[in-house]
């Protein structure tokens, strides 16, 4: 019986033909990986994706954070006390590099079953545990951490630092959102907000509002409706952590308006193939460089010590 395909593409070490003459995606092709990476992705598809136009890029962010208005006097100009400038600031990308590099042996290649369609399959599955990864990356990069991955960047998690609440170890509860709504400051406050966390959280919080003695307690067990808090979506993200604090089974909750958060690609998806020909095996490598930052950090809210398993 023909071993099943993708069983095969699960194994530590694969290989293939060439995805394309001459070894790299020609820029049709580059634009379709990109857009499979997008779409695979769950974080990635929430937030601000953005291509960069160079390996380091700024962008500029301006507001008015304290009062304009002045009491006037007619026909005479504002003194200069009175005066208003906006604040001026911007944030910094710098590309990092990341790879992902597969093998096949010659013997997979002969034993395929997909024929002309294996290297559709290929940048289909690579496209997916590469956004899986970027995914991974963004939320929990920490350069102190000591996975080689999450050191390349600090995460949007580690990112948080100018509003935050202690959660203390419990279950993800309406207090919990309560009070980071309530820390969040009001002029960052509107309907775009959202709630982000892993799933175990989101799964606890939804208990909580099934065990309400309600109609609308027993619907939440019976449906897979959007869980809200005051109207705000609570929403799981597959690579957020569980394995935090001292007890290795916290999570983190981030509350902000996910636009807020941007993810800046060097455009260039590049995919390279080669051939080592003494250990009979093809090679396909995938690079990408990029950044992760909140547009104005000071918008967002972090809660800790939140139980995550």
Sequence with gaps: MATDNRTLLQKA??????????????????????????KKAVLMNLITVTPMR????RRDKTRFGSRVLKPGTEATALPVGYRSTP?????????????????LSDEVLEDQIE???????????????????????????DTTSTDPLLGVLNGFIKQGVSNTV?????KLNKGV?????????????????MYITNRQAKIDYKDSLAD????????????RADVTYSDYKVVSIPEFPNNLGT??????????????????????????TGEDISAGQMIVVVAMRLDAEYMHEPASVLATGVFGV
């Excluded at 309400?212 to 449906?223: F, K, Q, Y």
């Excluded at 290795?248 to 590049?270: H, S, W």
Aim: charged share 25%.
């Design 177 to 193: 959102l309560r009070d980071m709504l309530k820390t969040m400051p009001d002029e960052f406050v509107d309907e775009n907000l």
């Design 54 to 57: 160079g390996p380091t890029e």
């Design 166 to 170: 202690a959660a203390g170890g419990t």
């Design 87 to 103: 604040d001026l600031s911007f944030i910094q990308l710098t590309a990092k590099l990341v790879k992902a590099e597969v093998r």
């Design 115 to 141: 024929r002309g369609e294996f290297q559709n399959t290929i940048v289909e599955l690579l496209a997916q545990a590469v956004a899986r990864d970027v995914d991974f990356l963004i939320a929990q990069g």
């Design 212 to 223: 309400r003695a309600t109609p609308g307690g027993d619907a939440w067990l019976a449906t």
């Design 247 to 272: 007890g290795t089974n916290e999570t983190r909750v981030i509350l902000t308006d996910p636009k807020n958060m941007l993810l800046g690609v060097l455009r260039e998806v590049k995919v390279k």
């Design 13 to 38: 070490d694969l290989a293939i033909a060439n995805l394309t003459s001459g070894g790299l995606l020609q820029p049709q092709q580059t634009d379709s990986f990109f857009r499979i990476m997008i």
